[in-house]
């Protein structure tokens, strides 16, 4: 007999009660339990970053991450970046601007860990972008467009707002 475990998390903003086998991983949930399917599987072994979710705000691997670990948790996805009427985000758009993507099967993972890492790190530097990013696997792109894209992005959160008169 399968040992279950109900566990709550919140998941783009939208609180869920699942019903799990206890050594379900995080990516498994998202993905077949929730579908969610922009957090994609690579390797399985946390190496490439494509199951990159933010965990409570830090960049975490899903693949490695037992799901009953999210108990209590605020997970984002790629999911949650778009605006509900498919506008892209700042991070997004960036990303199409300076051609940050190819294939696109590993842009999910390095969109959360720029996510993320811009959230912790907004007055980053570029070889602090490349030392975050070569933390994730990208076989097209060669990392270049990458950092443009978040360095662009991180240089216009950067800017200060303008002041009412």
């Known amino acids: ?40 599987v690579g390797c399985e072994h946390g190496v ?41 985000n700042d991070l997004q758009q960036c990303f199409s601007a300076n051609h940050g993507l190819q294939c696109g099967f590993c842009t999910p993972g390095f969109l959360m860990l720029a996510e993320g890492f811009l959230a912790e790190r907004p007055d980053a530097t570029k070889e602090e972008i490349r030392d975050v990013v070569a933390a994730n696997l990208c076989r097209c792109t060669g990392y270049q467009t990458i950092v443009e894209a978040i360095d662009e992005c991180a240089r216009a959160r950067r800017v200060p707002e303008r002041e009412s008169a």
């Open 1 to 40: 007999m399968n040992e279950v475990q109900l566990i709550e998390l919140t998941v783009n903003g939208e609180r869920h009660e699942l019903a799990i086998e206890p050594r379900r991983t995080l990516v498994d949930v998202l993905r077949h339990d929730l579908g969610l399917t922009g957090t994609h």
């Open 48 to 88: 490439c970053g494509a199951c990159t979710v933010l965990v409570d705000g830090a960049p975490m691997r899903a693949c490695l991450m037992f799901a009953a670990q999210a108990e209590g948790a605020d997970v984002r996805t790629v999911e949650s970046l778009a605006a509900p009427d498919g506008t892209l």
